[in-house]
């Protein structure tokens, strides 16, 4: 599988040059091109190299080469096609590329924040929007609402899914758990209001690689949970005769199903959220409920007792589903 906007080329290039500048054919000026006449005798890259004559059809350390780039971003930037063998615009990843994304939908390619029905950039089936969240019907919900994507050859990433960033519509920083050897849960660590919630993968993987970027650009996380913020990415383990991702995805709910509990949990959160507003301040004073939904602000803070609160009954790594769906 290959990214759409990955494009191949012919281009030369001068091995004798310290820097690689490669040029396509359609670009080149064949009649007046130095390095493709006896005039390459004049150039001092050749000339520094030894060479002296006599004169031939064309310099000698000009190579051709097949390569590709992308046609997703602004400044082209040719690779040859043998240094780009583990690219993953040459694998089924290229859907997590950010140009990609850009390229492919408005508004980044992220997922829908509005109730309706959406097919992000490079899904493989529709987006299901329960109560303003996406749910993309083609991955896998850990119970602590965390999702899994199964690729082919078992390839697989994590992240946490849109009802995490609903109850936390900010985070701090992002943080990971050197993995062991072997497999292995996936662990991250979240700092959300000065409080450290470490979310825990329900099924060990192996091989895992941490997305480290998010270190740098933790908002990625809220901003675009099901692309530029994954967390890990790592192997299903193999089991003989076991089909692909049936290993990573036991004990896990997908399709039409995670939809149904994406809805039961939206709705627990919100009886969650009045019973909270409706506690005893310290002086004794009370808030009533306004009967509607839970709803993140923008710069409003929940303060350390309800994150942990929120947390310890949503997102914690004990992994039991409840039935209400």
């Not at 004798?16 to 007046?32: L, T, W, Y």
């Not at 089936?125 to 749910?135: I, K, L, N, R």
């Not at 965390?146 to 519509?169: H, P, Q, S, Y």
Request: aromatic letters at 8%; one cysteine or more; hydrophobic letters at 40%.
């Amino acid at each position: 599988m290959r990214c759409p906007y990955l494009k191949e080329a012919r281009v030369k290039y001068c091995e004798a040059s310290a820097f690689r500048k490669m040029i396509p054919e359609a670009a080149r000026d064949a009649g007046g091109e130095r390095c493709s006449s006896e005039r390459y005798l004049e150039c001092d890259a050749a000339v520094g190299r030894g060479v002296t004559g006599p004169a031939g059809n064309s310099c000698p350390f000009l190579r051709d080469a097949d390569a590709e780039y992308c046609g997703a971003t602004p400044m082209t930037r040719y690779i040859p096609t043998n240094d780009a063998i583990l690219s993953r615009c040459t694998s089924d990843g290229y859907p997590y590329c950010e140009l990609h994304r850009a390229a492919s939908a408005p508004g980044g390619g992220r997922m829908p924040d509005r109730t309706g029905v959406a097919t992000p950039a490079g899904s493989r089936s529709p987006v299901v929007v329960v109560d303003g969240m996406p749910v993309p019907t083609h991955l896998s919900y850990a119970p602590n609402h965390m999702w899994l994507d199964v690729r082919e050859g078992g390839r697989c990433r994590i992240g946490v899914d849109a009802f995490w960033t609903r109850v936390f519509d900010s985070v701090d920083g992002v943080g990971f758990v050197n993995p062991a050897k072997g497999a292995d849960h996936a662990a991250a660590i979240l700092t959300v209001g000065g409080v450290e919630l470490t979310m825990v993968f329900a099924q060990p993987l192996e091989n895992l690689v941490p997305n480290d970027p998010l270190r740098a650009s933790p908002s990625n996380l809220v901003s675009d949970p099901y692309g530029a913020g994954w967390l890990f990415e790592g192997d299903e383990p193999a089991l003989r005769g076991a089909p692909v991702g049936a290993v990573a995805r036991a004990g896990l709910i997908g399709g039409e199903s995670a939809a149904r509990w994406i809805a039961a949990e939206a709705s627990r959160l919100s009886e969650l959220a009045h019973e909270m507003v409706a506690r005893p301040a310290a002086d004794g004073t009370r808030l009533v409920a306004d009967g509607g939904t839970f709803e993140a602000r923008e710069g409003a803070r929940l303060d350390r007792g309800a994150v942990i609160e929120l947390f310890g009954e949503f997102f914690s790594s004990r992994f039991t589903w409840r039935q209400s769906w």
